[in-house]
């Protein structure tokens, strides 16, 4: 009887299995039909599934993948990488290469759209080894493409240019023609930073070729960008301008604002090469009103989001409620003693223990309904605190985009204008654009961090300092030693135009051309309530009277800014030491005055 009973059991235990995963292979195929149209109904559907106790581990895995990748879409990304690091976990025993490859791809994404090259980097490469391995042609070059992507955008030409190099033979033998015109347009779009003006040409000759197999219906306001802005170094204004506003063109651009706002930049940069500044303000306006409205999309959304956590009216039913039902035990004692009025002497004293329990009972739940007030309040007012913090923050980031883009405005136009000038007058305006780059690079430090005010010194000048060692025709070395303290925004925008004229300087006037050791040691220092910065070159020293220009004024002017004294020293090379009081740390209370 008892085997019957157990094979019974067995078989109901199995049937139920079966059903769950039956039930789960159903949402995993309506995820993969719907997750790009239906994201809240798809992660409805997954969390029902993962809540339970599923068995299936190949199911199970790629679930937490779809989720992730919903998650990512939503912005939620440390719940999206939590999530695809579990389902990375389930596959150690499965070993789904194809699933493997699909989650490696999209955490490269996650972490590309976060601003985090190195790790998008990473992940695209695993993704490519796997497919690879597998011959699965197409999705190697798309992920060896997007690493291209990322190497362009960090002005690593080479390694992205390599890149193209290797893929374009590859998709041809494979006959992979759709991804050609993506490929040949990154190509182009690096001649072009090159000024290498003939091979562009060639390269988007090419691209148009195979745009007929492209899948991307925006690829033609691409090519049309590219070929404008070799154009425009070409002094072909007028032919580029007809490119860009053919009507064909212009029709598609409506449906893509993202790609019709470059249009725009480009034609005001071709406008202003022809000295018709009017049109040229014209479309830069234009440029900047669609950017602007699209960075606000997101900021507006988390808005509203915040807003709507706060229904006054829902507060007011639950009060309105309390006194109703405050007001119906009020009723019930009122009733009590009307009842017992055909025996007095007996009901009385009943009547009034009960009021006096009614009274301590309402008196305590009175009272517990009132802490329970002014905790929800307490706790509203610190989830209000916490949020508009938050909105606060994001307000900020975006704040600095916009100051970053400003200024990069500002110094395209500065380009455009010193192009028109003599060659004296050209550097003037040269000299101007990278200090203005300097301060545009603090604000892009600050929006793409997680501290709206502070940035690391050391890191910061290292950067902006190997940017401007791009101009000079030899190698420098540069060596920068410094505390590891952040540094407020206010003491850092002075600095780094005082470090980018020394550095400016050094690479133009310090140095001999057959010298051997070019070298540039920049030092931070905290002594007391000092901040120390000493700069020196190996080169020839300070000349008579090459204190005398705007920059040496320049200089002076941000050094009375911050309350720094200001020495040279007679050595070899150049050496000058500022000894600064007016500065401000992370974590401390008060600045230095």
């Given at each position: 009887?008892?085997?019957?009973?157990?094979?019974?059991?067995f078989?109901?235990?199995?049937?139920?299995?079966?059903?769950?995963?039956?039930?789960?292979?159903?949402?995993?195929?309506?995820?993969?039909?719907?997750?790009?149209?239906?994201?809240?109904?798809?992660?409805?559907r997954?969390?029902?599934?993962?809540?339970?106790?599923?068995?299936?581990?190949?199911?199970?895995?790629?679930?937490?993948?779809?989720?992730?990748?919903?998650?990512?879409?939503?912005?939620?990304?440390?719940?999206?990488?939590?999530?695809?690091?579990?389902a990375?976990e389930?596959?150690?025993?499965?070993?789904?290469?194809?699933?493997?490859?699909?989650?490696?791809?999209?955490?490269g994404?996650?972490?590309?759209?976060?601003?985090?090259?190195?790790?998008?980097i990473?992940?695209?490469?695993?993704?490519?080894?796997?497919?690879?391995?597998?011959?699965?042609?197409?999705?190697?070059?798309?992920?060896?493409?997007?690493?291209?992507?990322?190497?362009?955008?960090?002005?690593?030409?080479?390694?992205?240019?390599?890149?193209?190099?290797?893929?374009i033979?590859?998709?041809?033998s494979?006959?992979?023609n759709?991804?050609?015109?993506?490929?040949?347009s990154?190509?182009?779009?690096?001649?072009?930073?090159?000024?290498?003006?003939?091979?562009?040409r060639?390269?988007?000759?090419?691209?148009?070729?195979?745009?007929?197999?492209?899948?991307?219906?925006?690829?033609?306001?691409?090519?049309?960008?590219?070929?404008?802005?070799?154009?425009?170094?070409?002094?072909?204004?007028?032919?580029?301008?007809?490119?860009?506003n053919?009507?064909?063109?212009?029709?598609?651009?409506a449906?893509?604002?993202?790609?019709?706002?470059?249009?725009?930049?480009?034609?005001?940069?071709?406008?202003?090469?022809?000295?018709?500044?009017?049109?040229?303000?014209?479309?830069?306006?234009?440029?900047?009103?669609?950017?602007?409205?699209?960075?606000?999309?997101?900021?507006?959304?988390?808005?509203?989001?915040?807003?709507?956590?706060y229904?006054?009216?829902?507060?007011?039913?639950?009060?309105?409620?309390?006194?109703?039902?405050?007001?119906?035990?009020?009723?019930?004692?009122?009733?009590?003693?009307?009842?017992?009025?055909?025996?007095?002497?007996?009901?009385?004293l009943?009547?009034?223990?009960v009021?006096?329990?009614?009274i301590?009972?309402?008196?305590?739940?009175?009272?517990?309904?009132?802490?329970?007030?002014?905790?929800?309040?307490?706790?509203?007012?610190?989830?209000?605190?916490?949020?508009?913090?938050?909105?606060?923050?994001?307000?900020?980031?975006?704040?600095?985009?916009?100051?970053?883009?400003?200024?990069?405005?500002?110094?395209?136009?500065?380009?455009?204008?010193?192009?028109?000038?003599?060659?004296?007058?050209?550097?003037?305006?040269?000299?101007?654009?990278?200090?203005?780059?300097?301060?545009?690079?603090?604000?892009?430090?600050?929006?793409?961090?997680?501290?709206?005010?502070?940035?690391?010194?050391k890191?910061?000048?290292?950067?902006?300092?190997?940017?401007?060692?791009?101009?000079?025709?030899?190698?420098?070395?540069?060596?920068?030693?410094?505390?590891?303290?952040?540094?407020h925004?206010?003491?850092?925008?002075?600095?780094?135009?005082?470090?980018?004229?020394?550095v400016?300087?050094?690479?133009?006037?310090?140095?001999?051309?057959?010298?051997?050791?070019?070298?540039?040691?920049?030092?931070?220092?905290?002594?007391?309530?000092?901040?120390?910065?000493?700069?020196?070159?190996?080169?020839?020293?300070?000349?008579?009277?090459?204190l005398?220009?705007?920059g040496?004024?320049m200089?002076?002017?941000?050094?009375?800014?911050?309350k720094a004294k200001?020495?040279?020293e007679?050595?070899?090379?150049?050496?000058?030491?500022?000894?600064?009081?007016?500065?401000?740390?992370?974590?401390?209370?008060?600045?230095?005055?």
């Amino acid at each position: 009887m008892l085997k019957y009973l157990f094979a019974l059991t067995f078989i109901c235990s199995s049937q139920l299995m079966a059903q769950d995963r039956s039930d789960a292979q159903k949402v995993l195929d309506y995820v993969n039909d719907s997750i790009y149209y239906d994201l809240d109904g798809s992660l409805k559907r997954i969390n029902s599934v993962l809540d339970k106790a599923l068995s299936d581990e190949s199911i199970k895995a790629k679930l937490l993948s779809r989720k992730a990748l919903i998650l990512d879409i939503q912005g939620e990304f440390e719940a999206c990488i939590d999530n695809y690091h579990k389902a990375l976990e389930l596959q150690k025993s499965i070993l789904d290469s194809n699933e493997i490859s699909f989650i490696y791809n999209n955490m490269g994404v996650a972490y590309y759209d976060r601003y985090r090259p190195n790790e998008a980097i990473l992940f695209y490469l695993k993704s490519a080894r796997i497919d690879s391995a597998r011959g699965l042609i197409e999705d190697y070059i798309a992920s060896m493409q997007n690493i291209g992507v990322i190497y362009s955008g960090q002005n690593n030409s080479n390694a992205a240019d390599s890149i193209y190099n290797a893929l374009i033979p590859l998709a041809k033998s494979a006959g992979y023609n759709s991804i050609l015109t993506p490929l040949y347009s990154n190509k182009t779009k690096l001649y072009v930073l090159s000024n290498d003006l003939e091979s562009a040409r060639k390269s988007i000759d090419l691209a148009y070729s195979f745009l007929q197999y492209s899948q991307d219906p925006s690829s033609p306001l691409t090519l049309a960008v590219l070929k404008g802005n070799i154009l425009l170094r070409q002094n072909k204004h007028q032919e580029a301008l007809e490119i860009l506003n053919a009507d064909t063109l212009l029709n598609l651009a409506a449906n893509f604002p993202e790609r019709e706002m470059y249009i725009d930049e480009l034609k005001a940069q071709l406008y202003f090469s022809a000295q018709k500044v009017d049109s040229a303000l014209f479309y830069y306006d234009k440029f900047m009103g669609k950017k602007d409205s699209l960075l606000n999309i997101d900021t507006q959304s988390k808005v509203e989001e915040i807003r709507s956590k706060y229904k006054l009216a829902e507060k007011d039913k639950e009060l309105a409620k309390a006194k109703a039902i405050d007001a119906q035990q009020k009723n019930v004692i009122l009733e009590e003693k009307e009842k017992s009025a055909s025996n007095r002497a007996q009901r009385n004293l009943l009547i009034a223990l009960v009021a006096v329990l009614g009274i301590i009972i309402l008196f305590f739940v009175q009272r517990y309904r009132a802490k329970q007030n002014e905790k929800r309040i307490l706790e509203d007012k610190i989830k209000a605190k916490e949020e508009l913090l938050e909105l606060k923050e994001s307000m900020m980031g975006e704040i600095h985009h916009r100051i970053k883009n400003n200024l990069q405005l500002v110094s395209s136009m500065l380009v455009l204008q010193g192009n028109l000038m003599d060659e004296p007058t050209k550097q003037k305006f040269e000299e101007s654009r990278k200090r203005i780059e300097s301060i545009s690079k603090v604000h892009e430090q600050l929006y793409t961090s997680s501290n709206y005010e502070y940035l690391n010194i050391k890191v910061f000048i290292d950067e902006l300092c190997n940017e401007l060692l791009v101009m000079s025709k030899h190698p420098i070395k540069l060596k920068i030693d410094s505390f590891n303290k952040k540094v407020h925004v206010d003491t850092i925008v002075p600095i780094a135009l005082i470090i980018n004229e020394w550095v400016t300087n050094s690479i133009k006037y310090a140095f001999d051309e057959d010298e051997l050791d070019k070298a540039i040691e920049i030092k931070f220092a905290l002594d007391g309530d000092k901040l120390l910065l000493t700069y020196s070159d190996s080169g020839k020293g300070i000349k008579d009277g090459a204190l005398i220009g705007f920059g040496s004024m320049m200089v002076k002017s941000l050094c009375r800014q911050l309350k720094a004294k200001l020495s040279l020293e007679d050595r070899k090379g150049f050496y000058s030491k500022l000894e600064i009081t007016k500065f401000k740390l992370e974590n401390e209370v008060d600045s230095h005055s």
